[in-house]
């Protein structure tokens, strides 16, 4: 079963709005990923992070790495319609062995 | 558009039929996976291929399932004997092989939906 608990399960906002979501794991990775999925496509990749305390941008959206190893953090800042999907975090547990695990997923649904 | 494709999008079958589907990955990436994704859920690793050498396989995948990647290029995933938990988008993703020290990037099709009724 999949080992990465994100939060929150499901988010209603309202355009405009910055977003944050989080991922934590009972276990280490050393890599983390965030990866968004519409319906009815396959996820798609946003950010990676390699390294412990990093903090990566994608226009706007900018996630880190936690110091820890077991969490990571997404935000979107002033969140647009295209903004809505489920939000992935997923990671390898193994170092080297490149089968991902996935999170439960957030749902950003927003309020026009 | 040179991204993961993958056929056909949607599949119906009756129960106990076989289903074939086919990945075909990004041009030159040498490494294949196949996830399955229930709905609510993330998706759940099934098995992976580097190059034509299928390396790891998951305990999800029963004796019903087989993948191939025979020439190192596209890759099918054969359902024998469907059952209606089978019922689920079936994704496929590539990647090259990382450096030293890296993790693999990968990329993900647009899946096929299967329904077996």
């Known amino acids: 079963g999949q080992q990465l608990n994100q939060s929150p399960q499901s988010m209603f906002i309202q355009e405009g709005e910055d977003v944050s979501m989080n991922c934590t794991s009972s276990?280490?990775?050393?890599?983390w990923l965030w990866y968004k999925q519409e319906p009815g496509e396959g996820p798609v990749l946003l950010i990676a992070?390699?390294?412990?305390?990093e903090l990566t941008s994608n226009g706007r959206l900018t996630a880190q790495f936690g110091i820890t190893r077991k969490d990571s953090f997404l935000n979107i800042s002033a969140s647009i319609p295209s903004d809505v999907g489920i939000y992935f975090c997923?990671?390898?547990?193994?170092?080297?062995?490149?089968?991902?695990?996935f999170g439960t997923g957030t749902r950003l649904t927003i309020i026009p | 558009d040179t991204g993961v494709s993958q056929n056909p999008r949607h599949k119906i079958t009756k129960r106990g039929q076989n289903v074939t589907f086919r990945c075909d990955p990004i041009?030159?990436?040498?490494?294949l996976y196949w996830y399955r994704q229930t709905l609510g859920q993330g998706p759940e690793f099934l098995t992976y291929?580097?190059?034509?050498?299928?390396?790891?396989k998951s305990r999800l995948l029963s004796d019903r399932f087989s993948a191939e990647r025979p020439k190192g290029s596209f890759s099918t995933l054969e359902i024998q004997r469907t059952e209606q938990g089978d019922s689920a988008m079936y994704l496929c993703?590539?990647?090259?092989?990382?450096?030293?020290?890296?993790?693999?990037?990968?990329?993900f099709g647009p899946g096929t939906r299967l329904t077996v009724l």
């Open positions: 993703a590539s990647s090259l092989i990382p450096g030293s020290g890296e993790t693999d990037t990968q990329y």
């Open positions: 276990s280490i990775f050393n890599t």
């Open positions: 992070l390699y390294k412990a305390g």
């Open positions: 997923a990671g390898p547990r193994v170092f080297g062995n490149e089968k991902l695990t």
């Open positions: 041009s030159e990436h040498n490494r």
């Open positions: 291929f580097q190059n034509e050498a299928q390396l790891e």
